[in-house]
């Protein structure tokens, strides 16, 4: 349970009585399947009088080789397309809500070993020349450190330079800005985008550069409002043996990605 939409829900304490409402609402005899390893998750789940049935998860038994994730099935270390403990979580909750319908477990590791993932998410969009290109929908705080410590683990060897979009009502809140802190910290270099113009649009008030800079944790000149100048200092990297992960739920102002692939040589 990771606060977000600090429009809809102004405070963490609201947001988390939605989930509680929610967990309340499963019919009674039905059950729910949750990531033990979350203590908001667990506190929730469990004080619940609900008649309800309840499965914990938590992280699979995995490691990383050569930049290839591994996870543990019943025939011993098996490869996988999808990398990241937060994906890796979300694949044991999906087991057992598939065990839950009658599919075999031989059956799902089977089907898993050729998942490539959903749209958007940790999606490879480019490998060239010793680079790698990924995009992300990761735009809340919590996504942002999962996303970018997922890609930091998988390549531990890259450089990993990690580019954010501020794009939503809450991401572009003065107030909401002091979540973001040491979200990107598990990047070698690190850029944080966003249009000033958009602060009007939605009726925010104006913030700095500064005040990104403080959230974040990271150099200034590591911010930016103006998709020139962020486009300047892509074309400025070195690539070599680097990831560059692009992560945002909007378009970075028009970024063409088509160029930025050009740039790779």
């Known amino acids: 349970i990771a606060w977000d939409h600090i429009n ?5 304490e609201n947001y988390l ?18 990531n033990e390893e979350d203590i908001n998750v667990k506190q929730v789940v469990e004080e619940s009088q609900n008649s309800i049935r309840k499965f914990p998860y938590n992280t699979p038994d995995f490691f ?36 839950n319908m009658g ?12 998942f490539k ?29 999962a996303t970018t410590k997922a890609v930091k683990e998988q390549y531990p060897d890259r450089k990993i ?15 909401f800005l002091k979540e973001y802190k040491g979200s990107l910290k598990d990047a070698d270099i690190a850029a944080v985008f966003y249009i000033s113009e958009s602060l009007a649009i939605k009726g925010l008030e104006p913030i700095t550069i500064e005040q990104i ?16 100048k962020f486009k300047d200092f892509l074309v400025a990297q070195d690539f070599n043996n680097a990831v560059l992960l692009f992560m945002s739920s909007g378009n970075y102002g028009g970024l063409n990605m088509q160029e930025i692939i050009d740039l790779i040589d």
């Open 17 to 34: 009585e939605q989930f509680k409402i929610f967990v309340d609402s499963i019919v009674s005899g039905g059950s729910i399947t949750y």
């Open 161 to 175: 330079i990690a580019c954010l979009e501020l794009h939503t009502y809450s991401s572009l809140n003065s107030t």
């Open 213 to 228: 800079a403080n959230a974040f944790q990271i150099d200034s000149k590591q911010i930016f409002g103006d998709s020139h």
């Open 117 to 145: 993932g959903a749209s958007k998410r940790l999606e490879k969009i480019a490998e060239k020349n010793n680079t790698i290109i990924f995009k992300d929908y990761a735009h809340s705080p919590s996504k942002v450190t």
């Open 64 to 99: 990383v080789k050569n930049e290839q994730t591994y996870i543990e099935s019943p025939e011993g270390p098996m490869p996988i397309n999808v990398f990241g403990r937060h994906n890796l979580n979300n694949l044991a909750g999906a087991k057992w809500i598939c065990q």
């Open 8 to 12: 809809v829900f102004p405070t963490f």
């Open 103 to 114: 599919v075999d477990e031989e059956d799902f590791y089977e089907a898993i070993a050729s």
